[in-house]
T-cell receptor, first 111, second 116 residues
Framework: NAGVTQTPKFRVLKTGQSMTLLCAQDMNHEYMYWYRQDPGMGLRLIHYSVGEGTTAKGEVPDGYNVSRLKKQNFLLGLESAAPSQTSVYFC??????????FGPGTRLTVL | AQTVTQSQPEMSVQEAETVTLSCTYDTSENNYYLFWYKQPPSRQMILVIRQEAYKQQNATENRFSVNFQKAAKSFSLKISDSQLGDTAMYFCAFMKPLTSYGKLTFGQGTILTVHP
């Protein structure tokens, strides 16, 4: 099992560009999450999904959109990137309200 | 809303010694879970230990143990016989089971350095 994988691992964008981060899990988990990690602030929840076709806003959703068309995939989109979105992004999955399994992270820099 | 506070931005310890990382949280809930996650330089988030609030007994996983004080809303992590591989950022996290869909609220993190 690969667990939780994230694509890409690194990306540099210019202000105003768009991109999509892909998260995939092969553990048949229902719940999936997107977090961002910034220095001194820990991880903060952006969006989450409790099943295929569902999404919901987390603590810091502005500037991001998500989709969960397939159970195993959870996509995070930035329509118009801003320097404030420079961060490390983590995806996680969970079978229910229990331990979350994290991906390796994506380091995004917006110039 | 729940908040989680880790008041120690950085800690250091000598190899083989014991170190305690602090975490406090604020909640009006009675039933919840608490976690400690480790993030080594590789950036991978690894679960170290978990505690269910309804359990009075403190959780233990090998060299890692917690001191859970529910009334004081305190959840500290003790690492015994520290090893070089314990060098990492450690995050305390809070979860309300059932009603919050497993969403985690994290503290700011504590950087732990183990010196040889």
């Amino acid at each position: 099992n690969a667990g939780v994988t994230q694509t890409p691992k690194f990306r540099v964008l210019k202000t105003g560009q768009s991109m999509t981060l892909l998260c995939a899990q092969d553990m048949n988990h229902e719940y999936m999450y997107w977090y961002r990690q910034d220095p001194g602030m820990g991880l903060r929840l952006i969006h989450y999904s409790v099943g295929e076709g569902t999404t919901a806003k987390g603590e810091v959703p502005d500037g991001y959109n998500v989709s969960r068309l397939k159970k195993q995939n959870f996509l995070l989109g930035l329509e118009s990137a801003a320097p404030s979105q420079t961060s490390v992004y983590f995806c996680a999955s969970s079978p229910s309200w229990d331990e979350q399994f994290f991906g390796p992270g994506t380091r995004l820099t917006v110039l | 809303a729940q908040t989680v506070t880790q008041s120690q931005p950085e800690m250091s310890v000598q190899e083989a010694e014991t170190v305690t990382l602090s975490c406090t949280y604020d909640t009006s809930e009675n039933n919840y879970y608490l976690f400690w996650y480790k993030q080594p330089p590789s950036r991978q988030m690894i679960l170290v230990i978990r505690q269910e609030a309804y359990k009075q007994q403190n959780a233990t996983e090998n060299r890692f143990s917690v001191n859970f004080q529910k009334a004081a809303k305190s959840f500290s992590l003790k690492i015994s016989d520290s090893q070089l591989g314990d060098t990492a950022m450690y995050f305390c996290a809070f979860m309300k089971p059932l009603t919050s869909y497993g969403k985690l609220t994290f503290g700011q993190g504590t950087i732990l350095t183990v010196h040889p």
